[in-house]
């Protein structure tokens, strides 16, 4: 299609080398509703090349001392960090995130994770035991397992990508990434930064395009024996089956369904604010973020009224302003799929207390077409509703009102999803309780997504399978391997 703007236009990265394609797709600039990037709408020819250069480059790479691949990792951590203002930037256009968030959790998290492995990639320690009446020594060594295969989602761009990056290639494997279509411009950055690292050629390989063309060929190809996926639980299962006659490690951190257990103890000078950012923080685009709030009936009404005031506080708006608070979500259809979920729990009997379809929303001229939308509170909804069963993944929250300890950890727990829970009590002997009950591969108490990574990363059930984090990540990115020796 005809398009009047220069458009910005992706290569693939292979073997050290930017790499045109036969065809690509479009990217949308989500706060204008524009069509401003072309993406590389890769498939098999291109993955095999990549897959080949990853292949190729493991030998040496796999061989090179956890302290020289450290330095390399470092370097472009201080690269990234160095070009900070220009990958905020680039972040909030791409994916409609406000550019405070960009500049403040995106990108130096991306480059924490970078200096995170390296470091810790000097720390790991492998087990010996001893049979002395045998005469025998036993020991552990962990090896690369070979070319991962790595799919990011588009919440979070580069800070999921490193995530992943990250480990793999601290622990000697190769990479094959493949981050989402939608948001691919600060993937594309970082790559003109690999030379400049003093990354070998091939040991960080970038394919651009679509999970069902690019992805798929990269799941089933035979010399990819690891897959690390962060997204949907429904390509999750599709990555399940097409790498099952493959026997390949996976590792998935799928969506969530997460609850906030707000008692009546709790400090809501605290619990409101940080309430707030956990359902809307990112336009509500975390898998952390709260969507079902649980508050004890004593407190009920006063929550409500002050967690609706401060929610029609909130800014919407262009992403470049840095007085906003929320952007645009990541595409329309998205956005249709968010509201739609508000229009069933109206129809539903369920009140809509501010946001969507109740309180106007005022967009600068250059907006207009962009997928925005105010932040939605839903109460008088019931547990069994979509709007409580499903992840709707944008800003939208249900506030329920409870009773009981018992009752509400059974209702927290009822859903299919897993990943994360926040409870706000000042009882210490209730927060352990009710903790220790929640199936939630992560639970916060009095706060929100204070994260230390040496610790597993990850959900129960429908949330994904595996955990990520320092010993997490080294374990999977490692074959472990007992050695005996007789003396």
């Not at 290639?169 to 993937?187: D, F, L, Q, R, Y």
């Not at 299962?237 to 369904?257: F, M, N």
């Not at 997504?449 to 959900?459: E, S, Y």
């Not at 429908?462 to 990540?473: L, M, P, Q, V």
Request: net charge neutral; proline share 5%; hydrophobic share 40%.
């Amino acid at each position: 299609m005809a398009h009047s703007k220069a458009l910005l236009v992706l290569e693939n990265f292979i073997a050290g080398k930017f790499v045109p394609c036969s065809s690509y797709i479009d990217s949308y600039n989500p706060s204008t509703g524009d069509v401003y990037c072309r993406v590389p709408d890769s498939g098999k020819e291109e993955v095999e090349a990549a897959v080949r250069a990853a292949k190729d480059a493991f030998p040496a790479w796999s061989s090179k001392s956890p302290l020289e691949r450290s330095r390399i990792m470092n370097k472009l951590a201080d690269l990234i960090e160095h070009d900070l203002e220009e990958f905020a930037q680039a972040e909030s256009k791409d994916q409609g995130k406000t550019i405070t968030f960009a500049r403040t959790v995106d990108i130096p998290r991306a480059v924490y994770n970078l200096r995170f492995f390296a470091s810790s990639i000097l720390h790991h320690t492998t087990e010996c035991t001893e049979m002395a009446s045998m005469g025998c020594v036993h020991y552990t060594s962990r090896e690369p397992v070979g070319v991962a295969g790595l799919i990011s989602p588009w919440n979070l761009p580069l800070y999921l990508l490193t995530w992943k990056i990250a480990p793999a290639i601290a622990c000697g494997n190769t990479v094959v990434a493949k981050p989402s279509e939608m948001t691919s411009v600060t993937a594309w950055m970082m790559c003109k930064l690999l030379e400049k690292a003093g990354m070998p050629h091939g040991v960080v390989n970038v394919v651009f395009g679509t999970g069902a063309k690019a992805g798929e060929a990269l799941v089933c190809h035979p010399d990819v024996p690891l897959i690390s996926f962060t997204g949907s639980t429904l390509t999750a299962q599709r990555i399940t089956e097409k790498s099952a006659p493959h026997c390949k490690k996976l590792s998935l951190e799928l969506g969530g369904k997460n609850p906030a257990i707000i008692f009546d103890d709790a400090d809501l000078s605290q619990c409101i604010p940080t309430t707030l950012r956990s359902s809307f923080a990112n336009q509500g685009e975390i898998c952390l973020c709260t969507s079902r709030i649980f508050v004890q009936r004593g407190i009920y009404s006063e929550f409500v009224k002050r967690f609706v005031a401060e929610a029609k506080k909130w800014k919407v708006g262009n992403p470049s302003d840095p007085t906003v608070n929320m952007g645009a979500l990541i595409s329309k259809e998205h956005l249709e799929k968010v509201r739609s979920y508000v229009k069933r729990a109206q129809a539903e009997g369920a009140r809509i207390l501010c946001g969507e379809g109740v309180d106007s929303l005022d967009l600068p001229a250059g907006n207009q077409k962009g997928y925005f939308m105010l932040p939605t509170i839903i109460t008088e909804v019931r547990d069994e509703s979509c709007c409580m069963q499903e992840e709707i993944f944008g800003p939208v929250t249900c506030v329920v009102v409870f009773d009981t300890e018992e009752e509400v950890v059974e209702r927290a727990n009822g859903v299919k999803y897993g990943l994360a829970a926040t409870v706000w009590s000042s009882n210490v002997g209730r927060v352990h309780r009710v903790a220790r009950r929640l199936q939630s591969g992560l639970v916060w108490t009095n706060c929100w997504l204070v994260r230390d990574l040496n610790l597993p990363f990850g959900g129960m059930k429908a949330s994904g399978i595996g955990r990520e984090g320092a010993k997490d990540s080294y374990e999977f990115f490692t074959e472990v391997k007992t050695i005996t020796i007789k003396h």
